[in-house]
């Protein structure tokens, strides 16, 4: 929460040292709301499916200072294995909160509204991830930031080419985005994409720890 509350503060001052407007920016326009359903694997070994909120309550009451997230994960291109690359997040009256992408934006209620970014999207800048050749992915994730802003990932939405997304990518900036169509990944899974043994093994002992004792 620190390092948030940090990286907001040093934005804040930068953007009023500065006459600056960003214009004319692609802007993905995307939301995690309870629409969505995630598949999930339970105590017993089997398999399960819910609403989003559903899933997230299977790990109880997230422990003070923590909170659960979702942010977009860009892969493909000319990003390497293994490296963590995450869209930035523009804040309304505050800007581009550079790096701030990794933190992901926090589920919550607005008005009668759950998610994450509802009920208009969140806007991240997207332009530096134009379709080309090998051509970028996007995958939105499900996780826990605990207090010291450590980062789990507990659920994949499905990778989306740069292409696919065409609909909800527009060039600016916008205060009252409501008319815009906004990307919700329609289904999760606790599967990790492309996997490997050694991320399973290293997703399956996260999920244990976060499951609160009864």
């Known amino acids: 929460m620190i390092a948030r509350l940090y990286r907001l503060a040093v934005l804040a001052a930068a953007l009023m040292t500065s006459t600056v407007l960003v214009a004319d920016e ?24 819910g609403s989003v909120s559903e899933f997230l309550d299977t790990f109880g009451t997230p422990e003070e200072g923590s909170a659960f997230a979702a942010r977009i994960r860009v892969t493909g291109g000319n990003i390497q294995d293994g490296e963590d690359v995450f869209l930035d997040l523009y804040i309304p009256g505050y800007g581009v909160d550079t790096g ?10 607005v008005g009668s509204y759950w998610g994450a970014g509802v009920p ?18 996007f995958t939105i994730e499900l996780g ?4 010291s802003d450590n980062w789990t990932t507990v659920a994949y939405g499905d990778p989306a080419s ?17 008319q815009f169509a906004v990307w919700t ?18 997703i399956g002992g996260a999920l244990l720890a976060l499951r609160r004792k009864p």
């Open 162 to 178: 740069y292409t696919s997304l065409s609909a909800y990518i527009h060039e600016t900036f916008d205060l009252n985005p409501g």
């Open 185 to 202: 990944s329609a289904s999760f899974s606790t599967d990790v994409p492309e996997p490997s043994s050694g991320l399973l093994l290293l």
């Open 26 to 49: 692609e802007i993905l326009y995307w939301m995690v709301d309870d629409s969505s359903t995630v598949s999930w694997w339970n105590e017993e070994g089997g398999r399960e499916s």
């Open 144 to 147: 826990n930031l605990d207090s």
């Open 100 to 109: 701030g992408g990794a933190y992901g934006v926090e589920f919550s209620d």
């Open 120 to 137: 208009t999207g969140n806007q991240s800048p997207s332009g530096d991830y134009a379709a080309g050749s090998p051509e970028f992915c």
